[in-house]
């Protein structure tokens, strides 16, 4: 990361982001938001990726497959699955959904490790 936070354009801007973003994962956590939540952990998992393309060189983490399982997650949640995914520095989405979908979830991931859904 200090490759980016010393070449990046966009580190600063995602540093004040990210300030606002963990206010609004606290309040939906407390209001029990659940899209409030996943909207936010995935904005902001993307924006971090964005300042590392942005840094000289850039960095990207993600594989082929990484890609394929995000524009995965969007096309669920554009059929009506409530489903996000967040992303740390590496290609590995962790996906955040109700327990009331695991089965689905499971059925559209089948190799997805599940851990602790939301309930």
């Known amino acids: 990361m200090n490759h980016t936070v010393e070449t990046s354009e966009l ?22 938001d659940f899209t409030l939540l ?4 995935e904005n902001n998992a993307l924006a971090m990726h964005a300042t590392m393309l942005a840094a000289w060189p850039p960095l990207c983490y993600w594989k082929p497959q990484t890609l394929a399982l995000m524009q995965k997650v969007w ?3 554009e059929n ?40």
């Open 11 to 32: 580190y600063e801007s995602w540093i004040a982001q990210a300030d606002c973003d963990f206010d609004e994962l606290r309040t939906a956590v407390a209001a029990q």
């Open 38 to 41: 996943g909207e936010t952990a």
């Open 75 to 77: 096309q669920a949640r």
């Open 80 to 119: 009506g699955l409530e489903i996000y995914f967040t992303i740390d520095a590496g290609p590995n989405l962790k996906l955040l959904f109700l327990k009331e979908n695991q089965a689905v979830v499971k059925k559209l991931f089948p190799k997805v490790q599940i851990i602790n859904p939301f309930g």
